[in-house]
Nanobody, 122 residues
Framework: VQLQASGGGLAQTGGSLRLSCAAS????????MGWFRRAPGKEREFVAA????????YYADSVKGRFTISRDNAKNTGYLQMNSLKPEDTAVYYC????????????????WGRGTQVTVSS
């Protein structure tokens, strides 16, 4: 499956952005998906994940209560709604997909999209 992340940009502290992850090539609904981010000078870190059927979602503690992951299998698209943004949310955000949920959560997914830059100004 090919993934393309979009929706990044510049936001102010406390603002919101919504990222999209468009999938093509295979049946998106067969894959669990997730979001990761890499801030300058830091390791890539897990942000959120969602099961193929949206029954379960998972979040990093740093974004819990502020970010919401969702998906629309009919549109082959996943989303990350980011509210109450903080400067420390500044990073390149990547979406990932895999048939194995553990692979998504641990960052070892088979499929990755190109990142989209999110910058939060203070």
């Amino acid at each position: 499956v090919q993934l393309q992340a979009s929706g990044g940009g510049l936001a102010q502290t406390g603002g919101s952005l919504r990222l999209s992850c468009a999938a093509s090539g295979r049946t998106f609904s067969s894959y669990h998906m997730g979001w990761f981010r890499r801030a300058p000078g830091k390791e890539r870190e897990f942000v959120a994940a969602i099961r193929w059927n949206s029954v379960n979602t998972y979040y990093a503690d740093s974004v819990k209560g502020r970010f919401t992951i969702s998906r629309d299998n009919a549109k082959n698209t996943g989303y990350l709604q980011m509210n109450s943004l903080k400067p420390e949310d500044t990073a390149v955000y990547y979406c990932a997909a895999d048939r194995n949920l553990n692979s998504v959560v641990t960052g070892t997914s088979d499929y990755w999209g190109r990142g989209t830059q999110v910058t939060v100004s203070s």
